[in-house]
């Protein structure tokens, strides 16, 4: 069963709007959000992270939300920019040492010119 | 260079033959983690290594994985008589403590069995 969900597999957007990818998980023991980004034939590159403390954190044009109540977060992409096309993956862990990462599937993002 | 490295990027074998993936680690860096990757999936995540001692090695399909790191640097990840269901992207990476936000990821070896 998959801990942590993206269920939309591909998002569209036009050059300069906002981008929204979401995410679901399931268990409670997640304490520490990350999202990835990966172009093809590269590995996943780290994008920002969020502590089950906060409820967001914020860096440049990257903004991630967590509700815990409602175990989801959100990444938000402002202003979305072509170079910013690629796979999204969310991924938790239960933190601290030994942090192997529970990833979801991925969604693709396409940001038009 | 200054990240992780795997080598070889891209592996054919054909069903029943033994791979050997290596991973070189950033310089210091005293955790490894390895991740599969299937075709249309997230990484899931095989073993984790601090230092030399394998401390979780809960993700590991079958018995026909085995990992090492002898020194405590490079790692290999060996799969034996490979299977069609084995083929995936193989990721390694690693970090200074083992916190997640640190994970620094090498650019995959792309196995394929026939």
């Known amino acids: 069963d998959q801990q942590v969900k993206q269920n939309s597999p591909s998002l569209s957007v036009q050059e300069g709007r906002i981008s929204i990818l979401n995410c679901d998980y399931t268990n409670s023991m997640f304490d520490y959000f990350l999202w990835y980004k990966k172009y093809p034939a590269e590995g996943p590159t780290f994008l920002i992270s969020?502590?089950?403390?906060?409820d967001k954190n914020e860096d440049g044009r990257f903004t991630v939300f967590l509700n815990k109540s409602a175990k989801h977060l959100s990444l938000h992409i402002v202003p979305s920019q072509p170079g910013d096309s690629a796979v999204y993956f969310c991924a938790a862990s239960g933190g601290g040492a030994n942090s192997k990462l529970t990833f979801g599937k991925g969604i693709t993002l396409s940001v038009r010119p | 260079g200054a990240g992780v490295s795997q080598s070889p990027r891209y592996k054919v074998a054909k069903r029943g033959q033994d791979v050997a993936l290596r991973c070189d680690p950033i310089s210091g860096h005293v955790s490894l983690f390895w991740y599969q990757q299937a075709l249309g999936q997230g990484p899931e995540f095989l073993t984790y290594?601090?230092?030399?001692?394998?401390?979780?090695k809960s993700g590991l399909p079958s018995d026909r994985f085995f990992a090492e790191r002898p020194e405590g640097s490079v790692s290999t990840l060996k799969i034996q008589r490979t299977q069609q269901e084995d083929s995936a992207v193989y990721l390694c990476?690693?970090?200074?403590?083992?916190?997640?936000?640190?994970?620094?990821f090498g650019p995959g070896t792309r196995l394929t069995v026939l």
């Open positions: 990476a690693s970090s200074l403590m083992g916190l997640a936000n640190e994970q620094f």
């Open positions: 969020i502590s089950s403390i906060k």
């Open positions: 290594f601090q230092n030399e001692a394998q401390l979780d």
